[in-house]
């Protein structure tokens, strides 16, 4: 009953709720959009939030009321934010205006500010240029006074030396120069040009008085101790009065030294002056090395006038044809000055503290005249072939000397800095070119340019190589002794180029006298090519270790040499600088290539020369062949007698032609085509009875085998293939038959779990070559178990 009740009340609620809904629709018609989604969102708000107010119609004005109260205090405050808002805004623009008066305030007040500071600027305007005036007079007047300063500190060294040189006191005048040049010194970066040039020409005038009288002493003790050294017999009667020329040589020689600080000034200035001036003969000299010390240009002087005098002008002694002379002569100077300079002078020089040598420093004085003979006539040499190469030679060994004997520093430069200039080095390369050429061509076409030097001396004679090749590679050798010294890699490099061009010209001419030769390859020339061949990739092989190509290798991959790596790719190029390969890789790999192709032709020339001999053996009747039982001794076969003798004569042939690397490579590949060719064309080709498998193995191992034994301990492993299939044609009928029948039952994969595996049973009979298919094929020629 209460729950009829219920469904009673509610039935009269939702009716009205459908009618609320319908009349709200029927008046909705006709409506806006917006408003109607309002009126929606209100009705499904009530259905939802009050649900349960509309279950009593008289809740309905309560919520009615409700609803109207919030509407009218939503109503009141929109209206006071509209009426509140006006003065706030008012407020703003009031700031606003306030903000506005006082910037123009502070804007008028800056202008008068800077009207007045405009004013006062222009009236100490004066003022200012008043000051700058007095300013700039004291500026000169304090230069002024600086400057007389500095010629009254002039004029005081000056008058201290002229007065120290006056009493004989040297020391002090030399004090007082030393003064003048830091003097000197301190007002390098000075603009009072006349001021540095009356204190450089004060300096010059009181130092070259000094260096006059001291030089003038210095000689004349010089003179008394018979120097120079002409000769090397020279000092054997030494003067009465020898300490005391010692003390006084000693005196001289400090003092001297003391005076170095201003004759180096002196010369550095005088060689900037000159810096400008136009380049003459001494254009190919090398730079210029510090100044040479006071004492040894003074004890230079005689031999560089002896010099001139014999080795300039029109003197008998001055030949171009002759460079020899004026070389010699300067290496006995250094030579007969070295006891008196180690003896004299270095003990003085080691007493004051300089680490000069005296010997050193006399032997770049005497380069230096050397020096400039050289370049002046090497630039009228350049189109005399002749002349040129004889002034190389002379000047290398000039170089040798001075660097061996006479202890020259390598640091310092010589003779060879001058011809890296471009064009003596051009013409020295097209010389060096151009006379290895004529050589090359000479060495071919004489009488004996295929024999050997050493044939009659069998130790010596190892790699057989001809004449020929010899002489090229001593050619080589010279060319690389020459321009071992050069001071620059880069030119090193350059002749470097230059070998590997003349080895490829002459890699060239051996091909074609090789294929003159292809039609006999067993001669003596063929062979002595080949031999060339080895003997060539040999020695360039042991070129490729050494400590001078290696550092040559290191320089050209550095420096990036094109014209020497060639066109390598990078990955060479990194196997070059880890020194994994050589300079030589690229001519290395074209004459093994000929070395190659030659020994190729060479075999199979025997080989054929073989096969022709070896015809009657390989149609031998090897059924018919009774065992050994029924004969009475074996014998070689008659039908392998002219196979084995044309191998003994091939063999002892090419070992007394060819190089003991070259006839190891020859007899091996001779050996391994025998094998091939008996194993095809005898074994292959025909079936064997008992007794014909055991001539087969004899004729082998007794005959064949021993000929290549004088040349290894067990020649038998260069013939694996025939040394096993006569194995397997020996085997008794019964060891046969099993090993036949495992092979097979293998290859129809029927084996047993306890039978042994073909390759273990192969081996134990000595099979390691031969797989179980060719095992089979040769049990199948055995004629004793045809059936099996």
């Avoid at 310092?412 to 070119?433: M, N, S, T, Y």
């Avoid at 230059?498 to 006298?513: A, G």
């Avoid at 070992?655 to 070259?662: G, I, N, P, Y």
């Amino acid at each position: 009953m209460a729950a009829v009740t219920e469904e009673q009340q509610d039935s009269p609620m939702r009716k009205s709720s459908d009618q609320l809904k319908e009349k709200v629709s029927q008046r909705n018609e006709g409506v806006p959009d917006d408003l109607r989604e309002q009126e929606d969102y209100g009705l499904e708000f009530l259905e939802k939030e009050q649900s349960d107010i509309l279950n009593s119609s008289r809740n309905v004005c309560e919520l009615l009321e409700k609803i109207r109260e919030e509407t009218e205090a939503l109503e009141e405050q929109v209206v006071t934010v509209c009426s509140s808002a006006p003065p706030k805004v008012a407020a703003a623009l009031s700031a606003a205006v306030e903000v506005r008066c006082s910037l123009d305030e502070l804007l008028q007040r800056e202008q008068r500010i800077s009207n007045k500071l405009q004013q006062h600027l222009q009236g100490t305007k004066q003022w200012m240029e008043d000051l700058g005036k007095t300013c700039n007079h004291v500026d000169i007047i304090e230069r002024s006074m600086k400057y007389l300063k500095c010629l009254l500190r002039i004029e005081e060294l000056s008058a201290a030396v002229q007065q120290s040189l006056m009493i004989s006191s040297v020391w002090d005048a030399i004090k007082g120069v030393e003064s003048m040049a830091a003097l000197d010194c301190g007002l390098n970066q000075s603009q009072c040009s006349h001021l540095r040039d009356f204190l450089r020409k004060t300096l010059c005038f009181w130092h070259n008085i000094i260096k006059d009288r001291l030089t003038s002493d210095f000689e004349k003790v010089l003179a008394q101790l018979q120097w120079p050294i002409i000769t090397p017999n020279q000092l054997v009667t030494p003067p009465a009065n020898h300490q005391e020329l010692s003390s006084q040589l000693e005196g001289l020689l400090l003092q001297l030294l003391a005076l170095q600080t201003s004759d180096d000034l002196i010369s550095q200035k005088a060689s900037a002056s000159t810096q400008g001036a136009p380049p003459g003969s001494s254009s190919t000299l090398p730079p210029a090395a510090p100044p040479l010390c006071l004492p040894i240009q003074i004890m230079l002087q005689p031999l560089t006038k002896r010099f001139r005098y014999h080795f300039y002008g029109n003197r008998q002694t001055n030949s171009i044809h002759k460079p020899e002379w004026y070389l010699t002569q300067v290496l006995k100077w250094m030579e007969n000055s070295t006891t008196f300079m180690e003896e004299k002078i270095q003990p003085v020089f080691d007493r004051s503290g300089q680490t000069i040598s005296a010997k050193v420093a006399l032997c770049r004085g005497l380069v230096c005249l050397v020096q400039e003979k050289v370049a002046s006539d090497a630039s009228r040499m350049l189109y005399d072939d002749g002349l040129f190469c004889h002034l190389v030679e002379e000047v290398l060994q000039f170089e040798k000397d001075l660097r061996s004997h006479h202890s020259y520093p390598a640091t310092l430069p010589a003779l060879l800095h001058i011809l890296l200039d471009d064009a003596f080095l051009q013409k020295w390369l097209a010389v060096e070119r151009k006379m290895a050429v004529e050589k090359m061509d000479a060495m071919l076409s004489t009488e004996g340019a295929w024999t050997s030097q050493y044939k009659d001396i069998s130790d010596m004679d190892e790699l057989k190589a001809p004449e020929c090749a010899e002489t090229f590679m001593t050619l080589l050798q010279v060319i690389t002794e020459r321009y071992r010294a050069l001071p620059s890699p880069a030119a090193q490099l350059r002749f470097f180029g230059l070998q590997k061009e003349l080895v490829d010209d002459f890699r060239i001419r051996l091909t074609q006298v090789m294929k003159e030769e292809s039609r006999c390859p067993l001669g003596v020339r063929y062979c002595a090519i080949l031999n060339a061949v080895n003997y060539i990739s040999t020695i360039l092989r042991d070129w490729g270790d050494n400590v001078f190509f290696l550092q040559l290798q290191q320089a050209a991959v550095s420096l990036g040499q094109q014209e020497v790596l060639g066109s390598v790719e990078m990955t060479e190029v990194g196997r070059l600088a880890s020194l994994e390969g050589s300079l030589f890789d690229g001519l290395l790999s074209l004459l093994d290539r000929l070395k190659g192709d030659m020994l190729g032709r060479l075999l199979h020339f025997l080989m054929r020369d073989t096969a022709e001999k070896a015809q009657p053996y390989c149609q031998e009747r090897w059924l018919s062949i009774p065992s050994p039982q029924d004969q009475s001794a074996m014998s070689l076969s008659s039908s392998a007698c002219p196979m084995m003798l044309c191998v003994r004569d091939r063999l002892l042939n090419l070992h007394q032609v060819l190089s003991v690397s070259l006839f190891q490579l020859a007899w091996q590949g001779l050996a391994e085509k025998l094998d091939n060719f008996i194993y095809q064309e005898v074994i292959l080709s025909n079936h064997f009875s008992d007794g014909g498998a055991a001539q087969l193995q004899f004729d082998m191992t007794r005959n064949l085998f021993p000929l290549f034994g004088h040349y290894c301990r067990r020649p038998e492993n260069f013939f694996k293939h025939v040394k096993e299939a006569c194995i397997i044609l020996c085997l008794k009928a019964g060891s046969a038959i099993l090993l036949k029948d495992l092979l097979k039952r293998s290859e129809q994969e029927t084996t047993d779990f306890e039978d042994p595996s073909p390759e273990s049973a192969l081996n134990e009979l000595g099979i390691f070559c031969l797989a179980p298919c060719d095992v089979l094929i040769l049990l199948n020629l055995k004629a004793s178990f045809p059936g099996i």
